[in-house]
């Protein structure tokens, strides 16, 4: 789905608790989070979306 080794690739695989994630998911740009969030189903990753979603609004500046 995304190429390896890069922020996308890391957000879709691995587990929101995964050092490699927290890391991609503060490289990664809005475009690339807001990319992996609609490509993650919603089953089983209810953290990793509330993660990503956070992300997004912090880099935002939404609330």
Do not use: C
Not at 6 to 21: E, H, K, R
Not at 34 to 58: D, F, S, W
Request: positive net charge; glycine residues 6%.
């Amino acid at each position: 789905m995304f190429e390896n080794n890069d922020n996308q690739s890391w957000l879709y695989s691995v587990p929101a608790g995964d050092i490699n994630f927290k890391g991609a998911l503060q490289r990664a740009t809005v475009e690339e989070l807001q990319e992996v969030l609609a490509a993650l189903p919603e089953a089983g990753n209810k953290t990793k979306i509330a993660a990503i979603q956070r992300e997004i609004r912090k880099k935002t500046g939404k609330k």
